[in-house]
């Protein structure tokens, strides 16, 4: 059954309510074995009201309620509790409890208790549900249920009277216009029941007579909750407006910083490989230095023929026998006449004066004093 689907809040709708009041209503007393129940749960209390044969009727209709496991198990578990609740401030008030606040903890803890007794745990127990109205809450949660009372005898009255009239639901309209218009703006949830009540009530008399449509449109709406809800929903929307809109900015500059980045790759593969090596030379002070030097291009092309010619085998000289060029002097790619000064061979002082070495082709051993190692002559 779906008359309690979606319920919240201490008031029913007119559906969940005459469903609950309807089913309860046929439980006319409590069975023997209800009745064992209702012994062990008050025997069981821990705390006893002082006029417990006064009060215990109520007791007793609250244990019949809780027999009727098809309204807890069916219809629903918390909207039937609110209604014995209701009822049971109904009874006290009726006995003139209007301040004893107190005494509800006698009736949470017989649920407890009953519940126990009857199914050995207080899963269907209305404990938390059993409170006491104040003035306030009880005249709203009052007039509702009679709102409700009324026009579920009304309909049943005239639905299959053939002659009803349209002006003979004026008389709920103006109850219903006086206590919407009270508290509105006060009380959001009671002000959602009515407004599911007044929709009901028009489908329903539309049913019976479709010409009553302009006197279901003198019933009142809420229109200080209505007006308060439109501008909750205004402002969700532009929240999730402006949460769409960052959303997008964080969007499109991913996108930006990824298409940098890509941009950024292609330029880098489009670039010259550059070659460098490591270049070790002496300075003017004999200490040797490294550096590097870019071989990319032209000059990595020196480089490689003049690798080459490092590598070549050593030849024999024509005019030479037995003299072997062992000159471990890299081609370079500076031009030839830098290289012949480079090769150019200083004098060598002798006790007589200058002496300039002997690099003919023999076999002679130089000369004493003389610069030892020489080369063989290059012819």
């Known amino acids: 059954m779906g008359e309690c689907k979606g319920h919240s809040g201490d008031y029913l709708t007119y559906d969940c309510y005459t469903a609950i009041k309807n089913y309860l209503k046929k439980i006319k007393e409590l069975s023997t074995v209800g009745k064992e129940y209702l012994d062990e749960g008050i025997s069981k209390m821990s705390n006893k009201p002082d006029d417990m044969t006064e009060i215990k009727p109520i007791f007793t209709e609250l244990a019949t309620f809780f027999r ?28 003139h409890y209007y301040d004893s606040k107190y005494e509800f903890k006698f009736f949470q803890d017989f649920a407890d208790k009953f519940a126990l007794a009857e199914s050995r745990n207080t899963i269907n127990s209305c404990n938390h549900d059993m409170k006491y109205y104040d003035e306030v809450k009880w005249n709203r949660i009052k007039t509702l249920f009679t709102l409700y009372d009324n026009f579920e005898n009304f309909i049943s009255s005239i639905k299959d009277n053939t002659d009803f009239k349209c002006n003979d639901i004026n008389f709920l309209r103006n109850d219903f216009n006086v206590f919407i218009k009270k508290h509105d703006g006060e009380d959001d949830k009671l002000m959602e029941k009515l407004i599911i009540f007044k929709d009901l009530l028009g489908k329903k008399v539309l049913q019976i007579n479709g010409n009553c449509q302009n006197e279901i449109n003198y019933f009142q709406s809420p229109t200080k909750y209505l007006q308060k809800k439109n501008q909750e929903l205004e402002k969700a929307a532009q929240v999730a407006q402006e949460k769409q809109q960052r959303a997008e900015e964080q969007r499109r500059t991913t996108e930006q910083v990824q298409a940098q980045e890509r941009r950024a790759e292609e330029q880098e593969r489009a670039q010259p490989q550059i070659h460098q090596r490591t270049l070790l030379t002496n300075s003017p002070k004999g200490e040797q230095i490294q550096t590097f030097k870019d071989f990319s291009g032209r000059e990595l092309l020196l480089e490689a023929q003049g690798r080459a010619l490092e590598i070549s085998p050593s030849k024999r000289h024509e005019g030479s026998q037995g003299h072997i060029f062992r000159d471990t002097t890299r081609f370079t790619p500076k031009p030839l006449r830098h290289d012949q000064e480079s090769l150019e061979y200083p004098e060598e002082k002798t006790e007589g004066g200058m002496h300039q070495p002997d690099y003919r082709g023999s076999n002679a051993a130089p000369k004493e004093g003389g610069v030892s190692g020489i080369l063989s002559s290059i012819s």
């Not at 198990?73 to 009726?94: A, F, M, W």
Request: hydrophobic share 40%; glycine share 8%; net charge positive.
């Open 68 to 95: 009727g496991s098809h309204a807890f198990t069916t219809i629903g578990k918390i909207p039937t509790c609110i209604y014995v609740n209701y009822l049971l401030n109904v009874k006290l008030r009726n006995l």
